[in-house]
């Protein structure tokens, strides 16, 4: 039996909860924060057993990994002009993972 | 030394906290949320040493295991009609723990 | 690899997380309560190497351990009498850390 504790960014937490429940997983997510920014971010707590720990961590890793997005910017403009937004690679997501081993699972 | 992590229902989680603070026990409390409907739930950290671990599950199945409840329901009425409410029976509870080993303990 | 988790007063928790982020540990902050008069407290995760347990519970111990304080109460005073605020000793501060050992870490 294991206890998944993953940190995701809060972008992704609907996608990795929604991905992991339709997985079967049990969790619980705790709003927390975190890193140099001090930013809003998600942790989730995923009791499992042994053999079903990496299934999980395809499904964090599928739904929260870094990774480089298009997002649109808005260039700096007069007051009235006709602005077109331009796309910029930008670095989104991310996400840490402890997998610790539990001692003694109950449910009552 | 043990960290017991015990997910309780909201409803139950006052009577798990005095009970276990009676019982000597040091609990850290969390708000979190879970399962399928994302409902609001509580969270608490327990550290405890090794022969303590099963009086605080003791006390944490005594005041948050599923159980059945009779509670009222408002049967459809017509307007202005008196309504008696009837009992019906309704699960209510839940408790998921974890116990994990603790490789050094320190209070400072 | 290890998980530290370590409780400490909200009023630390600043400088213990700056400390940390300067030492440059990897932490999440979560809102927690507890104790006897269910106060508001700070729980830390904080991943870190075996090597680097010691460092951190260093700069925890520096910036949030039990300690005696020098802080002004305001004396009973009949209305308009000018007061002086008379300096008390007051316990303040404390942490309580756990340490566990991580079975597996992915960072994604
Ligand atoms: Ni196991
Ligand atoms: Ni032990
Ligand atoms: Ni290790």
Redesign the interface.
Known sequence: ???I?A?VNNDDSNAV?TAL?EGGY???????????L?KG?T?F?I?TNDEK?DGA?EI??AN???RVEKEPTVPPTEMGEFFTPIMVDVLVG???????????????
């Open positions: 039996m294991k206890l504790i940190i909860q429940t049990f969790i619980t997510k705790m709003a927390t924060s975190g890193g140099f001090r971010n942790t707590l009791g720990v961590l964090i890793k929260a990994k870094k991310g996400a840490t993972v402890f997998v610790l081993n539990v001692d003694r699972f109950e449910k009552m």
